[in-house]
């Protein structure tokens, strides 16, 4: 006889604020629930330390529907099994394959059918409709060889919010099978680009990790590069060619209202949060030298924290907030120097052969990631903070402008192709190098940034 | 000199090139009778026309540099010329990257050249309350091939006159 666990809920009403997103108005309910605890041996796990990992075969039903609209089941379904999918950890099976068929969140499964299919793990579902005209979606995640429940939850949302609530399921089975957080309910930033290539219109737009929901945030009207998120507020920095001099601004996603970041006697640009979110660090442009500064939100107080006749740019954070990694061509070519967040002590880190830009520290704090140009090629490679341990992840024509998913296992970047036909388009790899993917974009894209992870 | 004046395409100055271009095809071509001496005679002296037709409103660097070559510096000089003679003019300088570099650094690099440029105006006896600088980096192509040839010409300083009318 089969133990079930119980699915167990926890109502919890987020902070709007917070969570920011504009389809989420009303009594938005997330439910939470435990994990089942099981003797650890028994269970499925993912070792995500390995380089070349095996994905894990990985079983999704479609869900059953009771009372709700359309296809809307089968639809989270498959946004889950997209979502893990593309992490290149997980490999949903063909569901012409399952011998058990129909489904539902109680039933119950018959291990040897999903185990003849090689499934590791078995994910059942429901999505109900509430007579207060929300649904109601509950998951189970079963380990097919324990013969055992994994993990069981159940969630409240608004119908419009659906696809929002598949990716935080699919985060849960991440989450519960890898052991580290999940990434899928979060947002890219990036910049939309289209008409040829001398005419080109950049407008900054916003979308799912997925792809899904594109919303644009500037009408195209003036060229706009490099937006970064806010790691706690609904804001996105980046750069502007609006009247006067090119600037840093700041715009807050949710009501559009936009600012320049303080009042520099030059143009601005290169911006990037601390990981407090309270400053701006970016370069500024005095002469032919660019300086990094640093700016308090909240005081507006200006701080430099470079002063060199070189081109200093690309300034991003460590995660602890104690260090600066930057681009600086004060040795001769771009290379990667680190320096305390004072501006002290700036230290060169890169010494391979090429032009290393564009550096941005992982979430984790273990790695940097950068842009390297060698021989006409143009790389996207991760190193650690002393500059050891450089590895290059993809290579080609031109690779640029890498950004970390917020649990820093995947980079996004994107990729030029050459001639007046040509133009960019969004791409990820994670840190293994073998699992890369083109994201779907409406149009050309660049500059891609990743949100923070909205719960 | 008008074969680079053709290349010299620039988004500000469409209306102004059409002019350009029928007086540069006129002038390569010896047999054409509506320009028996080869110059571009229907261009208005101190007009925007004859600045870029006659002057030349561009220079070009070599890959990752912001150095004047001697022909830079010749063009610059005579634009100098042309601004002391004209002196109801203000200036933008426009620093330009190739794509073969990244976008952050590329602003710097554009601003560089835009630099560069601006000094040696000044050097020239620009005044430089006149002048004012920008850096597109490479957002702003003008040739969109996929070799040398093009990026060399995306490698640039324009100097565009803010008030200038034709």
Redesign the interface.
Known sequence: MLMRGMLKTLTVFPNLREIGRMALRGAVLLGFAAAFSQPASALVEIDITQGNIEPLPIALPSFASEGAEGSVAADMTSVISADLKRSGLFNPLDPASFIQTNMNVNSTPRFGDWRQISAQALVTGTVIKQPDGRLRAEFRLWDVFAGEQMLGQQFYTTPENWRRLAHIIADAIYERLTGEKGYFDTRIVFVDERG?????V?RLAIMDQDGANVRYLTKGDE?V??PRFSPNRQEVTY?S?GAG??SVYLLNIETGQREIVGNFPG?T??PRFSPDGQSVIM?L?Q??N?NIFEMDLRSRRTTRLTNSTA?D??PSFSPDGSKVVF?S?RGG??QLYVMNADGSNAQRISFGPGRY??PVWSPRGDLIAF?K?HQ?RFMIGIMRPDGKGERILTEGY?N??PAWSPNGRVLVFFR?T???N?GPQVWTVDLTGYNEQRLETPDFAS?PSWSPLIN | MFKRVNAALG?RWIAVLFTVMFVAACANNPNNPNDPNGLASNVRPGTGQDFVVNVGDRVFFEE?Q?VLNSQAQTTLAGQAKWLNRYPQYTITVEGHAD???????N???G??RA??ARDYLVSQGVNASRIKT????K????????DNSCWSQNRRAVTVLNNATN
């Open positions: 040829p290539k001398d005419k080109r950049k060229l590069l490099t750069m060619y001099d090119p143009m640009f290169a370069s442009q002469g032919g660019a081109i740019t690309s681009e061509d070519t771009q830009s564009t842009t140009q006409g031109h640029e402008g030029d050459p001639g007046a040509g500059d | 988004a990752d912001s794509e073969r570099g990244t976008r952050q650094y602003i710097a690099l601003a560089r630099q560069a920008i850096s597109y980096g957002e702003r192509p003008v040739a969109v091939c996929n």
